[in-house]
């Protein structure tokens, strides 16, 4: 019997807000909510965002008067609604207007020369040929230059490139824990992985009373690293910029340090680590390895997800030089018009010219079914599989290729034997990798109008989420996972809100990619796609809450069912206390620094197994031999 993964929590942070209880989403779809759900909505953000602070059981502003929650929207809507989604790249990043850089400068001397005084020790190494030093008192010296002077001098720019998707302004992971000199993306991990932890209603403590200290897996991983002076950016620049290199920058710096900040500080996990880095298609290589595991009986629970904070001018620059940014030039002629409106330069599926980066961390926890039957864990839905393939030969390494052709296609196969056809032809939609260049609109498009055309789909919905929060890379596909679950849980189809009509170009004849928000009835799956650099392609199939309930109860019975709904109860419970706290500001993150710490001396070993000090279950060593026809 193949276990089947569960989606029992997600939590994170993009430009839309935080992840958990689909806030989000609803930020997205903000004019389609009902009253309730807006000012829930419109509360967490302004907390979020520390324009509210709660205290005493009462919201303030930042000038200390009370403020109810039903004012919230009139007081700071807009304010709100400016500071989320894509936009203008703020003063925390950088300037866009007057980027640094240090500009080349070639010195001809007058008659006289250069001269100049500085301390001796500041004399650079080996000193040039043509320099004349002449002693001074107190360790100076004097310099006379006959010849020209190359030197750097530090200078602004106007940067082309001048939006993303930012976290939404004012929020401040690094002012929730004690962040101890760490980049902006590993801040970020902590605060999604807490989030996602805390919205599953279960206490960690109480997941690991059930299963092995081995039977749990963080995957996860970032594709640029944590590019922050903090990190890499500091190993590669300080010593450039006359700065020492720390002891921290470069293992701060790995890719893998998402996977690895949350065993250390937030689970204390000794079950499997991994990381695997596909470009675009990140999160989902992390989430195909957990499902693989899980499907294998290796692991019970998982923690899938990315981190990235690479808004900064080096790789804004990096990927505006090879064109793949939409930059205010393109835009204006694009547009016919003399400004640029940031809110719109990300345009999946429309008259576009590349894409708009974005940061974001996002984080699923996994449960086989078994273990979310026995502990009422709530089911937002369930990962039927995901499929990753390349795309051969290459003549251009970023150019997209035939791989995603063979992942849609296998989702789509899988879904519709699990599901039947009737399910894929009028209750399934797509999550698209929809990156907003010229190129990925045509190519991806007609992807799905093949597919759709041989899998017999009509009017096949088509969601773009890069179109509000940019493409944050690594999490991007994490991204997409989270308008999925919003879509199951609201019936709210986002379009394309950035664009006036779909491009000519677009193959569109089997799709329905709206330019407006819709209701949508209920739906059974999701397709999440994923195009990457290098032929990194991944699609995976995620069904509904509705289906997989169903699924739970054809293989568990009616009265196994009855009892899981009724420890859900106490779950649901937790859950809207959670969400109740978050939306104040209230997020209790999980960083256990040097808490908890194994003495390896304390481990005892057995030849059938092992015994971790902290955990509950033994771990069962292999004893069996896998190969017993060949040995």
Known sequence: MTALPLIVGMGGINAAGRTSFHQGFRRIVIDKLNARARQETFVGLATLMNLVSYREGQLFDQEGKAIAPADIESVFGEQILNGTLIRKIENNHFDPDATPWHQKMTLTPSEQGFSFETRKRDLPTPLPSSWQVTELDDGRVKVDIPDNLDIKHHSVRDNPIKAAGQFPTGFKPENLYNSRYQPRGLQATIFGASDAIHSTGIAWEDILEKIGADQIG????????????EGLGGMMNNRLRGDRVSTKNLALGLNTMSTDFINAYVTGNVGTTFTASGACATFLYNMRAAVQDMQAGRIRVAIVGSAEAAVTPEVVEGFGNMSALANEEGLKRLDGTDSVDHRRTSRPFGENCGFTIGEGAQFAVLMDDELALEMGAQVMGSVADVFVNADGFKKSITAPGPGNYITMAKSVALAKSILGGEALEQRSFIL????STPQNRVTESLIYDRIADSFNISNWPVAAPKAFVGHTIGPASGDQLAMALGI?????????????????????ERLNIATEHWTCPDMDVAFINSKGFGGNNATAAIFSPKVTLSMMEKRYGKEAFAGYQQKLQQVEQAQ??????ADNGQFGLIYKFGQGQIDENDIKISEQSISVPGFKHDITLPTSNPFEDMV
Request: proline fraction near 2%.
């Open 218 to 229: 963080v995957y996860s991983a970032s594709v640029m690293g944590q590019v922050q002076n």
């Open 432 to 435: 698209a990798h929809g990156s």
């Open 488 to 508: 199951f849980a609201h019936n709210i189809m986002p379009g394309v809100t950035t664009i006036d009509k779909v491009a000519d170009d677009v193959h569109d």
């Open 576 to 581: 809207a206390r959670y969400q109740q706290n």
